[in-house]
């Protein structure tokens, strides 16, 4: 049933980037990918990924218009040469096109928030409190890595996570790094901020994990727990999909769906 608002897929992305903090620049990746945005929205399916399971999910809930944070098309423009003839690739496009569905990225826009939203969905999420006056740096009460790894999963709702470092260190202070900000930005949190224990979403397996090695042989307690790109954004995109519910009319539905962790414990 068509919404009251009339509104089309292309107002709602203006109002959206309206509502801003910042305005994006002209090579953000916050565009649209698939389908026509002219037509009118019957309603918005918001999530991390835009899996096939979850743009079919989107189709049952009657949901034209998914807004996913991460590719849609296995590349961080959504639009590799190679990829035009393969089978996989292929398929997913026309299923997009073959049930009128639009698809629309927004991935800069949640991250120019202050604090970045897809950060403050996932500190929300854990229960803690962001410091302004410390970027990416959290007070926690005393607590061994252990301890922590398993609150992370508990509250997450996540079957696994990965940690080097000192499994028995007391920790109070927190540096996290959701999706893959890089090792650099990760190590200059241990560097610069004196943190016990960097918590991100992936990490090359040179670079942090290496250097969280070395500190703990010359006797440092430091840990880095890694808890999977998807797992460390998914709450982020749950905040962002109640900042877009808050600026858009009431009368058009509006779905947070996580896409889940792709990968299995075995």
Sequence with gaps: MMNKTRMTIQEVIDSILGHLPAKLGPGTVDTLKSGDSSHPVRGIVVTFMATRALLKKAFELDANFVITHEPTFYHHHDEPAW???????VAKKKWIEDHNLA????????HCFHPDGIGAGMIKRLGWT???A???VIPIPPQTVRDLAAWCKKTLGISHVRVA???DAVCTRIGLRVGASGGQAQMEL????????????ES???ETCEYVRDAVEMGKKKALIVLGHANSEEAGMEWMAAWIRSILPAEIPLHYVPAGDPFLVV
């Design 83 to 89: 990829l035009d003839s393969d089978p996989v690739s």
């Design 103 to 110: 698809v629309w990225r927004f991935h800069d826009g949640p």
């Design 130 to 132: 962001y410091d302004p």
């Design 134 to 136: 410390h970027k990416n």
């Design 165 to 167: 470092g000192d499994l």
């Design 190 to 201: 241990f560097r610069d901020h004196d943190v016990d224990v960097v918590i991100c979403g």
């Design 204 to 206: 090359p397996e040179w």
